[in-house]
């Protein structure tokens, strides 16, 4: 009987850490996709505009910018629990991949935050100086490119990398693999058609973590179901 009680509590431990990376993820995803489009509504999506949203959008924008800090922090939660989750039958290969990009998806991310902070920050200092010095166009050029280009393609890179190694390990399910493929395809080939591609990247993980949150529920279900036949047996 003590033995057979052991088996939902190993059971529930099992479960933590799907059960983490959709916590996780989902807070990623609301967080993220807030601030993107907190920042599309304010920022004209011409790299090249006059800078009038930092005095007319400014505190929307700021707000936008205090919420990137969080959403790295569990992004960061997100792929340490994902890496847990294959485990053993991780490859070195995609797995360097998918880390790396991960983290330069980050890095660059938080780089636009804080070229945008900079731009508000000097702005309210010397809003004159700024905009005549060509520092804002700089600035709100080099923003563009960081968020636009780069960081949306090693988000690309890092659905791709993440996408194989579900499938060579079937640790998710083939379907959620292709769709993966889909929309990373969407960010490395049409990110400059507009900013609100930028979207798909949280929306693929708030969509992945749900999943994997619900297939935790029910696994954690059927756990519980068989830990009780066998304390009854």
């Known amino acids: 009987m003590h033995t057979n009680n052991a088996a939902v509590p190993l059971v529930n431990q099992r479960l933590t850490t799907p059960r983490a990376a959709a916590v996780a993820g989902i807070l990623f995803a609301l967080l993220l996709g807030t601030a993107y489009a907190l920042i599309r509504v304010s920022i004209p999506a011409d790299p090249a505009d006059g800078?009038?949203?930092l005095e007319e959008r400014g505190s929307t924008v700021t707000l936008a910018l205090s919420l990137v800090p969080f959403a790295g922090m569990a992004f960061l939660w997100f792929i340490g629990v994902l890496r847990d989750r294959v485990g053993q039958l991780e490859d070195r290969f995609f797995a360097t991949v998918f880390l790396g990009s991960g983290l330069l998806f980050l890095a660059m991310t938080f780089v636009s935050a804080a070229l945008a902070g900079g731009l508000l920050a000097s702005y309210a200092i010397m809003p004159d100086r700024l905009i005549d010095s060509g520092l804002y166009t700089f600035g709100r050029q080099?923003?563009?490119?960081?968020?636009?280009?780069?960081?949306?393609?090693?988000?690309?890179?890092?659905?791709?990398?993440?996408?194989?190694?579900?499938v060579r390990t079937r640790t998710m399910p083939r379907w959620l693999a292709f769709l993966t493929y889909g929309l990373a395809l969407v960010l490395l080939v049409s990110i400059g058609y507009s900013l609100w591609v930028a979207l798909i990247f949280p929306a693929w993980v708030l969509v992945i973590s749900i999943y994997i949150l619900a297939n935790n529920l029910r696994s954690q279900g059927a756990g519980a179901e068989d830990g009780l036949s066998i304390g009854t047996e």
Do not use: E, K, P
């Not at 080099?142 to 579900?166: D, E, H, K, N, P």
């Open 51 to 53: 800078g009038a949203w």
């Open 142 to 166: 080099t923003m563009y490119q960081i968020t636009s280009v780069y960081a949306m393609r090693m988000a690309g890179v890092f659905m791709i990398s993440l996408g194989t190694i579900w």
